[in-house]
């Protein structure tokens, strides 16, 4: 994997030691930190400077590019280059057991979850032993009614939300997923991605296996049902056995709920209580905000958690190597308000902000944010800074991610359907614009120069997160390497290809020092290449299709993969001794 090539003249002052105050969030200052207990309190007195390049031409001119849809006689666009410039996560899950409106509780957690995934939802319930299931493509608001709810009845529950791309099967792939076998019915919810996943579908279809989905978590009900442990959770021990990449799942029987995280801890997953004792599983903290669940803890990199009558019993599921925890829930995917990997989400971007400021100052009138993501970390710079901060970009939120544009092209459409700036804010002004990352740059350029049209004297780009250079594997959609602008371009190039007056992004060392001593519990494989578990089989490239579940199945893309290269030594060493040491607690 190519990293991105040098950083140009590097101008950013010499950084000085900074405190950063990152006290826990009022309503989590029980939060307990058994892995990751990555609360930084000052940044070390030395930092390498940021990639950061100067130049005076402040305009490059970019071709705007939009994809039309496949029917051809009607002007409908997506917002693919506009607003789909980011990595995106593949969704969100959450568990209920123990209240008597768990379905209705699902549902609103699955709203505090809806930034996780907008295109598909569904929720599994049981009553008399048997598992109920409404899903359905579109927002949960969408999905979901006082009568559809109504059906749902029973003290337990899980939920899905999830991101997809549109396709023919969609419905059929939308989760939870409900199966029956020899023993009775399972549901399974997932956040993640199995890096293997082709080998073990391939494998299961040899002995007979049928699938209905092209959704790599049924391969998990497969595996379940062709299992011979007993209790029914060591079936989900033998399936994870099998299993390599991120997983947090969730899943219902007729009388328990099951928590999974995989070795690593990739993608998040925390526990908490209501206070009728009813148990709660969810993707982040702020579901568990919004039902008035208090957070205990997080589901361990490598545990079960079986939930029943007899109270919350943990499993070791398998040795555990050191985490590995997705650096981007805490850049771009979760809300500000929720607590993940123990740390809170706000308090992290916030700092991400003061480092650029510190390591990349320029001489500015205004700091804006591209919102929303690029907002907390604006504050941060600004108050380093001590410039103001203002809302120069307003967000329109009334804008689906198809539209019809109109017959005389317009310059920028798609941005200028969401993003408006406001000429008071950015007439005459040098102008810092902070966003929390950089993918292709198509939206950046088009940002530049919306600003610049509106009357901004210079614009500065600030990135509060490193270049981009390594497709994701672990259950975020990004495009190949070869799309990545960081992975083709030098922060100069990129500079000119934006049209910005200037362009710095956090550097990866200013990143992992401000972790401290847990910097090795994150993955950084988006901005260094270096993979935790190595994609076996298949990886992406140019132009690949993502199989995320939800359009077409895995044949109709196998031109479009070239075969991944695994060295044995190290395949070796990744073959983990599973244990199954059972542990009770109250």
Avoid at 235 to 251: D, H, P, Q, T, W
Avoid at 432 to 446: L, Y
Wanted: charged share 20%.
């Amino acid at each position: 994997m190519a990293a991105a090539a040098s950083t140009g003249t590097a101008t950013a002052a010499a950084a000085q030691s900074t405190v950063v105050k990152l006290s826990s969030l009022s309503s989590h200052r029980h939060l307990t930190k058994p892995f990751n207990s990555f609360v930084p309190k000052i940044l070390p007195e030395s930092h390498k400077p940021l990639h950061v390049t100067l130049s005076k031409n402040p305009i490059s001119e970019v071709i705007s590019s939009y994809k039309a849809s496949k029917n051809p006689e009607n002007n409908f666009l997506t917002l693919e280059d506009d607003d789909d410039d980011k990595p995106r996560e593949e969704c969100g899950v959450v568990g209920i057991y123990g209240d008597p409106e768990a379905s209705r509780l699902c549902y609103l957690a699955l709203h505090a979850l809806q930034h996780r995934g907008q295109e598909g939802a569904g929720i599994v319930a049981v009553q008399d032993n048997v598992l109920q299931s409404i899903t359905g493509v579109g927002l949960v608001s969408d999905v979901f009614n006082e009568s559809k709810l109504d059906q749902l009845h029973g003290d337990m529950a899980i939920g899905h939300v999830r991101y997809s791309t549109a396709g023919s099967s969609m419905l059929k792939n939308v989760q939870p997923f409900v199966a029956g076998y020899k023993f009775g019915s399972v549901g399974v919810a997932h956040n993640g991605n199995l890096v293997n996943y082709q080998v073990l579908r391939a494998e299961l279809e040899e002995s007979g296996s049928i699938f209905n989905t092209s959704s790599d978590t049924e391969v998990v009900l497969h595996l379940i049902a062709i299992s011979k442990a007993r209790p029914f959770f060591l079936r989900i021990v033998e399936a994870c056995n099998k299993l390599e990449g991120a997983y947090s799942m969730v899943f219902l029987t007729e009388d328990k709920l099951v928590a999974v995280r995989d070795p690593f801890g990739f993608r998040p997953l925390v526990m908490g209580r209501r206070s009728n004792g009813a148990v709660v599983f969810a993707s982040e903290t702020c579901a568990l905000d919004l039902i008035e669940a208090t957070y205990e803890r997080e589901v361990y990199p490598g545990e079960v958690l079986v939930v029943d009558k007899e109270g919350v019993r943990s499993l070791c599921l398998m040795s555990h190597p050191e985490p590995k925890s997705c650096i981007f829930e805490h850049i771009y995917f979760a809300l500000p308000n929720s607590v993940v990997f123990g740390r809170s989400v706000y308090e992290s971007r916030h700092a991400y902000g003061e480092i650029l400021a510190t390591e990349a100052p320029v001489d500015c009138d205004v700091v804006i944010a591209v919102p929303d993501s690029g907002v907390v970390a604006a504050l941060g710079y600004a108050a380093k800074a001590g410039v103001a901060f203002q809302q120069g970009l307003i967000r329109s939120h009334y804008v689906g991610r198809t539209f019809i544009e109109p017959s005389q092209k317009i310059r920028d459409f798609g941005v200028k359907l969401k993003l408006s700036p406001v000429r008071a804010v950015l007439e005459g002004k040098r102008v810092v614009v902070v966003d929390d990352s950089m993918v292709r740059g198509t939206t950046s350029s088009k940002i530049v120069r919306l600003i610049k049209e509106a009357g901004a004297k210079e614009v500065h780009m600030r990135i509060a997160s490193p270049p981009i250079i390594g497709s994701c594997y672990y259950g975020v959609d990004t495009p190949s390497a070869e799309e990545l602008i960081s992975n083709r371009m030098s922060v100069e190039e990129i500079r000119e290809f934006i049209g910005s007056d200037s362009l710095a992004f956090l550097s990866i060392n200013s990143l992992k020092k401000l972790l401290g001593n847990d910097s090795p519990n994150f993955c950084y494989a988006c901005f260094s290449g270096k993979y935790p578990v190595e994609p076996r089989g298949k990886v992406k490239r140019v132009g690949d299709f993502l199989d995320d579940g939800l359009s077409g199945n895995t044949q109709s893309i196998d031109g479009g993969w070239v075969q991944g290269i695994r060295n044995p030594k190290e395949a070796s060493d990744k073959n983990l001794n599973w244990k199954q040491e059972i542990n009770f607690s109250a």
